[in-house]
């Protein structure tokens, strides 16, 4: 299994950015995406998921900012970030699975990507 993340960077408060995630090594059509991240000296946090049917389901907090969707032909996952504030500064990663698999497989190299960076600043 492999996921690569990449499109972090720095950006400022406002501003947008897509992250992308490609996979292989697994079923990728028939498996649920997720996104999560983890800023400085916190906790990980679930972001999103995207079911194999396309349903998508989102944290509170990032409903009308983000949107996650996925091209099985390329067997990538994206995460479209807009309206960023500097609380969205954190590692964002690629996992496989919902939000059961953050929080009982944290980090396992089998279900996450290494992350890509975000920085919202001014």
């Known amino acids: 299994v492999q996921l690569v993340e990449s499109g972090g960077g720095l950006v400022q408060p406002g501003g947008s950015l897509r992250l992308s995630c490609v996979a292989s090594g697994f079923t990728f059509s028939n498996s649920t995406m997720t996104w999560a991240r983890q800023a400085p000296g916190k906790g990980l946090v679930w972001v999103a998921d995207?079911?194999?049917?396309?349903?998508?389901y989102y944290a509170d907090s990032m409903k009308g900012r983000f949107t996650i969707s996925r091209d099985n032909a390329k067997s990538t996952v994206f995460l479209q970030m807009n309206s960023l504030k500097p609380e969205d500064t954190a590692v964002y990663y690629c996992v496989i699975g919902g939000l059961h698999t953050v929080i009982q497989r944290p980090f396992d190299p089998d279900y996450w990507g290494r992350g890509t960076q975000v920085t919202v600043s001014s």
């Open positions: 995207i079911y194999s049917d396309g349903s998508s």
